[in-house]
């Protein structure tokens, strides 16, 4: 949906200002990355009831979503590859101890391709077709866009409900995908998403929104914003007590020092959190 704001801003048919929340610290590195990591695992279990350890999977995107997915399940034991358009991205993947591949030099060998690029026809019905007898496909990106599903709705193919959102999309010569939620996401779909993740993206949401409401007149135009640095820190200090956690506190000499408040913001704006998987 982003993407979408963003483009009708550029093309100057934004109606209204947006505050864009997805990219703020507390709902990219937390739901997106942390949800993600526990979700990916419990939507493939409920589903599936899969074993993880030496399966062979691709992981297609090395953002935030990627990220936690591929951390879960090289933890479970798997062999896992990924795909990424970004070099940075992909140097990033390389140094946590993931081979970076194209989803064609691997497609025939693997047993899972999970999606997380936000992009449309990221797994095609040619990619389907080669891949083999009990693999499984999901998507834990964007909508039911990545994967082609609607290429796999002709008549030579055979449609079988398992279960509630598991398909076996079945080839004339036998040959069985498992495909998870139709495209849809996975971890809204098949899963649980942790009432503590929601919390903080909910608090998100809901500090942006009565800021966009409360603003002067003029403060915000016809545009997409990101929330403001202290906003993403106030809903982080929110969340602090439920680990009884006690944050350290400066003193006048160091904020001086550092050229701070003490009370915040702490980071300036372009700085980037780096999160270990």
């Known amino acids: 949906g982003l993407c979408k704001l963003y483009q009708l801003s550029k093309a100057g048919k934004l109606c209204v ?3 864009n929340v997805n990219d703020s610290v507390t709902k990219q590195k937390f739901d997106n990355l942390y949800c993600c990591r526990e979700s990916i695992l419990d939507g493939l ?3 599936t009831d899969v074993m993880f350890g030496g399966k062979q999977v691709v992981v297609c995107g090395y953002g935030e979503v990627g990220k936690g997915c591929t951390a879960a399940l090289k933890a479970m034991g798997s062999i896992v590859y990924v795909t990424e358009i970004d070099p940075i991205c992909s140097l990033q993947a390389c140094m ?13 060998q693997v047993d899972i391709i999970i999606t997380c690029t936000g992009n449309k026809n990221v797994v095609t019905r040619d990619q389907l077709d080669r891949m083999k007898n009990g693999s499984i496909v999901c ?3 964007h909508s039911n866009t990545e994967i082609d599903v609607a290429s796999l709705r002709t008549p030579e193919l055979t449609w079988e409900r398992v279960r509630s959102q598991v398909d076996h999309v079945i080839w004339p010569d036998g040959k069985r995908v498992i495909l998870l939620a139709e495209g849809r996401l996975l971890n809204l779909s098949c899963s649980t ?11 998100t949401q809901a500090l942006a929104l009565i800021e966009l409401y409360n603003a002067p007149e003029g403060r915000y135009k ?3 914003y990101l929330l403001p640095k202290k906003m993403d820190e106030y809903v982080a200090s929110l969340h602090l007590p439920t680990f009884d956690a006690h944050l350290t506190e400066l003193s006048d000499e160091q904020a001086k020092y550092l050229g701070l ?3 915040g913001p702490f980071k300036p704006n372009y700085y980037r959190y780096t999160f270990p998987c």
Do not use: H, Y
């Open 17 to 19: 200002p947006a505050m």
């Open 45 to 47: 279990k409920r589903t």
């Open 96 to 108: 946590d101890g993931f081979r970076v591949v194209k989803l064609n030099e691997v497609i025939r």
């Open 139 to 141: 998507n834990m990106g």
């Open 193 to 203: 998403v942790p009432t503590f993740v929601l919390s903080i993206t909910a608090t």
């Open 222 to 224: 016809q545009d997409v």
């Open 261 to 263: 408040n003490k009370n």
